[in-house]
């Protein structure tokens, strides 16, 4: 035991400076594979000498190994030990966890591990998120914890605070799964709040996101795809060029009745619809789609009443609720007012006979709202335009991009190929 006390003085003494932290890691590092592993069971109360703070490479390398015990774990699961890697998540020095990243990433998964075991996922949702923006070089970055994350929020149905990691603009990403996951979890939290434009922005990015071979998380994700634009859209869009050509070939063979369900749902018919729904409810409720498939069947009325203001311009509630198949004209009603008060058609209803009236968009984008929304978007967009042209650039002088277009095209590079890119990268 003397030489990981010994260790613990050298992390009370060399956890100020960055060069006392670069001798450190080192010690660290040499220490790893033997003291440590070998007396992990007595590092815990260690840690009580140490500050989750001041002297977070340390505590990180003593608690990692720790954890990395499947008997340390079972002996101390829940209480005392989650609140200490909580507690360290919260209060860790992000510049001295990011020098050993994994270690970091490895407490962070048994965290969420031991949550998940004891049915309690909302404890480890702030630990994470605070660990996420710790190990982030930018919030632009992406990283493992991302999906680690948005998993506890989904189980703990705490959908808005994933909406803290979810608003950001990514541009960096470590590993192609870590994105696909993002966006496959990204997509339903935002199912869960029922921003289904915000869901599709998401589960389009992992369908069309390039890719040599399907995975099942593309699979999963173009389910939802699909059920999501019949909801928000009426229809599902065709695949853009810019989708990989595996995805365009493969996808829909590996979701038929998805692709069965959209023919269904342009039929228009919504006795056709719960029919086909009822005959494969087995299937839907086994993918755990089947409260996504009710959505899009109740979402069958909406289009259809909106396919009525193309052709009407006054309707009764009578004639709506026989055109759509609904029971009552007071459902139709119903229908009429959900759909007046989110903006999805604009109309009037006349109480005393029962007649709907319905109008053009009354906005006029003269308001000094609307300018603003306007210039804001302008002033976006902008701003990405100009981080895609750096993006571009850099890319553009990437040594492995170059070299694999050469190999691409079947011959070596000459100075002709370098005209394109900037001379500032010289």
Same mark, same amino acid.
Do not use: W
């Given at each position: 035991?003397?030489?990981?006390?010994?260790?613990?003085? $050298?992390?009370?003494? *060399?956890?100020?400076?960055?060069?006392? @932290?670069?001798? +450190?890691?080192?010690?660290? &590092?040499?220490?790893? %594979?033997?003291?440590?592993?070998?007396?992990?069971?007595?590092?815990?109360?260690?840690?009580?000498?140490?500050?989750?703070?001041?002297?977070?490479?340390?505590?990180?390398?003593?608690?990692?190994?720790?954890?990395?015990?499947?008997?340390?774990?079972?002996?101390?699961?829940?209480?005392?030990?989650?609140?200490?890697?909580?507690?360290?998540?919260?209060?860790?020095?992000?510049?001295?966890?990011?020098?050993?990243?994994?270690?970091?990433?490895?407490?962070?998964?048994?965290?969420?591990?031991?949550?998940?075991?004891?049915?309690?996922?909302?404890?480890?949702?702030?630990?994470?998120?605070?660990?996420?923006?710790?190990?982030?070089?930018?919030?632009? $970055?992406?990283?493992? *914890?991302?999906?680690?994350?948005?998993? @506890?929020?989904? +189980?703990?149905?705490?959908? &808005?605070?994933?909406? %803290?990691?979810?608003?950001?603009?990514?541009?960096?990403?470590?590993?192609?799964?870590?994105?696909?996951?993002?966006?496959?979890?990204?997509?339903?939290?935002?199912?869960?709040?029922?921003?289904?434009?915000?869901?599709?922005?998401?589960?389009?990015?992992?369908?069309?996101?390039?890719?040599?071979?399907?995975?099942?998380?593309?699979?999963?994700?173009?389910?939802?795809?699909?059920?999501?634009?019949?909801?928000?859209?009426?229809?599902?869009?065709?695949?853009?060029?810019?989708?990989?050509?595996?995805?365009?070939?493969?996808?829909?063979?590996?979701?038929?009745?998805?692709?069965?369900?959209?023919?269904?749902?342009?039929?228009?018919?919504?006795?056709?619809?719960?029919?086909?729904?009822?005959?494969?409810?087995?299937?839907?409720?086994?993918?755990?789609?089947?409260?996504?498939?009710?959505?899009?069947?109740?979402?069958?009325?909406?289009?259809?009443?909106?396919?009525?203001?193309?052709?009407?311009?006054?309707?009764?509630?009578?004639?709506?609720?026989?055109?759509?198949?609904?029971?009552?004209?007071?459902?139709?009603?119903?229908?009429?007012?959900?759909?007046?008060?989110?903006?999805?058609?604009?109309?009037?209803?006349?109480?005393?006979?029962?007649?709907?009236?319905?109008?053009?968009?009354?906005?006029?984008?003269?308001?000094?709202?609307?300018?603003?929304?306007?210039?804001?978007?302008?002033?976006?967009?902008?701003?990405?335009?100009?981080?895609?042209?750096?993006?571009?650039?850099?890319?553009?002088?990437?040594?492995?991009?170059?070299?694999?277009?050469?190999?691409?095209?079947?011959?070596?590079?000459?100075?002709?190929?370098?005209?394109?890119?900037?001379?500032?990268?010289?």
């Amino acid at each position: 035991m003397e030489s990981v006390e010994t260790l613990v003085a $050298h992390i009370q003494a *060399l956890s100020g400076s960055p060069e006392d @932290l670069a001798q +450190l890691h080192g010690l660290l &590092k040499q220490a790893d %594979s033997e003291a440590l592993r070998a007396h992990s069971a007595a590092l815990l109360p260690l840690l009580s000498q140490l500050h989750p703070g001041a002297h977070s490479l340390g505590y990180l390398f003593l608690l990692d190994a720790f954890l990395s015990a499947p008997a340390n774990l079972k002996a101390h699961a829940g209480g005392d030990l989650l609140a200490t890697v909580a507690d360290f998540l919260i209060s860790c020095s992000a510049e001295q966890i990011r020098l050993s990243p994994d270690k970091f990433v490895n407490v962070c998964k048994v965290l969420k591990s031991e949550v998940m075991q004891l049915n309690a996922p909302i404890r480890g949702i702030a630990p994470l998120r605070a660990a996420v923006r710790k190990i982030q070089a930018s919030s632009e $970055h992406l990283t493992s *914890l991302h999906a680690e994350y948005l998993t @506890l929020c989904l +189980l703990a149905k705490q959908y &808005k605070a994933g909406l %803290s990691v979810l608003e950001d603009d990514i541009f960096e990403v470590d590993q192609p799964k870590d994105l696909f996951l993002y966006c496959y979890y990204g997509g339903m939290i935002y199912i869960g709040l029922k921003k289904f434009r915000k869901a599709l922005e998401l589960l389009h990015n992992a369908v069309t996101a390039p890719m040599s071979s399907l995975n099942a998380i593309t699979i999963e994700a173009y389910k939802k795809y699909v059920l999501v634009s019949l909801i928000q859209n009426g229809q599902v869009p065709s695949f853009p060029k810019y989708a990989s050509s595996t995805a365009q070939r493969n996808l829909k063979n590996h979701a038929q009745i998805y692709v069965d369900l959209s023919t269904c749902y342009g039929n228009g018919s919504y006795s056709e619809l719960e029919t086909f729904i009822q005959s494969n409810t087995e299937k839907f409720q086994t993918d755990n789609n089947l409260g996504l498939v009710k959505q899009v069947l109740s979402s069958m009325y909406k289009r259809n009443i909106q396919r009525l203001t193309q052709t009407y311009l006054t309707l009764s509630l009578e004639d709506i609720a026989s055109s759509v198949q609904l029971n009552t004209p007071k459902e139709a009603e119903m229908h009429v007012l959900r759909m007046i008060e989110d903006g999805e058609i604009h109309a009037t209803i006349n109480q005393k006979d029962g007649m709907v009236s319905f109008h053009e968009d009354p906005e006029q984008y003269k308001s000094s709202e609307m300018v603003e929304h306007i210039d804001s978007s302008i002033q976006r967009l902008m701003a990405l335009s100009k981080k895609l042209t750096s993006i571009d650039e850099n890319i553009s002088c990437d040594h492995a991009f170059l070299m694999k277009s050469g190999r691409e095209r079947g011959r070596g590079f000459d100075y002709d190929d370098f005209d394109s890119v900037p001379h500032k990268y010289f």
